[in-house]
Each structure stands twice: as structure tokens, then as C-alpha cells.
């Protein structure tokens, strides 16, 4: 159970890190807007998407908040499978392309890993009183 732990919290930790970064990125860095840009995408979604990542980061860490998390999980699993997708359709380079896919891999083992520490145990379910 420990190394669950260990592993929920690092990899927990890697993506809040990630979309904390991306956050600022998105609404500090005229290069990040200039790749809105060249995806396609208008200004504002690069803003409504910051704020999307930075309330899923809060979420990922906030305890006693089970519905709320997992649609956390869901958005990023959204998020970066568009991101690949988006990349792979404008021709940027293979590391934009995989990097939101690795990202991914993580956000996958954080989630699993959330699950089997906080699935109830067997020997803590009681029967049920005919």
C-alpha cells in the first residue's frame, strides 16, 4: 500500500505541476498564444483553457472531492489527447505530438492508482443483515 501512495503522489504531483506550468504559460508567454494561433485556435480558449487547468490541478489535490476529481481526470484526458491530436493535424514537430501522450501515461497511473488505494477493503465490508 505504501508504494501506491509513493506512486499516486508522484505522478499525482508530475501532472498538477504540469498544468500549474501550462497555466502560467498560457497566460504569461506571447509564444505559447502565438501556437493557439498556429492550431487554429481563437485567443480566448487558450485563456478558458488555463483556467480549465489550473481549477483541474486545485481538484487533482483537494481531498474529500471524489466526483469533482474524476471529472479532473476526464478534462485531461480530453485535453491531451486534443493537444496530440491538434499537433499531429498541424504538422508540428513528434515531440509535440507525444509529449501530451506521455503526459497522458501519467495522468493514467495517477488515476489507477487513486483507485486501488481508495477502493474498500474486503475485510472491512460487513454483511448484510437478513
Do not use: C
Not at 84 to 112: C, E, F, K, Q
Amino acid at each position: 500500500m505504501k508504494a501506491l501512495k509513493i506512486t499516486y503522489w508522484i505522478t499525482t504531483g508530475i501532472v498538477t505541476l504540469m498544468m500549474l506550468f501550462s497555466t502560467y504559460a498560457y497566460l504569461t508567454q506571447p509564444t505559447v498564444a502565438a501556437g493557439f494561433k498556429h492550431l487554429g485556435y481563437p485567443d480566448y480558449f487558450r485563456i478558458e483553457l488555463a483556467i480549465a487547468k489550473l481549477l483541474g490541478a486545485i481538484f487533482l489535490l483537494m481531498p474529500g472531492v471524489a466526483r469533482v476529481k474524476e471529472w479532473a481526470y476526464a478534462g485531461f484526458l480530453f485535453t491531451f489527447i486534443s493537444a496530440s491530436i491538434a499537433h499531429t493535424l498541424s504538422g508540428d514537430a513528434i515531440s509535440n505530438r507525444i509529449m501530451p501522450l506521455v503526459i497522458l501515461v501519467i495522468l493514467a497511473v495517477s488515476y489507477i492508482t487513486y483507485h486501488k488505494i481508495n477502493q474498500p477493503s474486503l475485510t472491512t465490508t460487513k454483511s448484510p443483515v437478513l
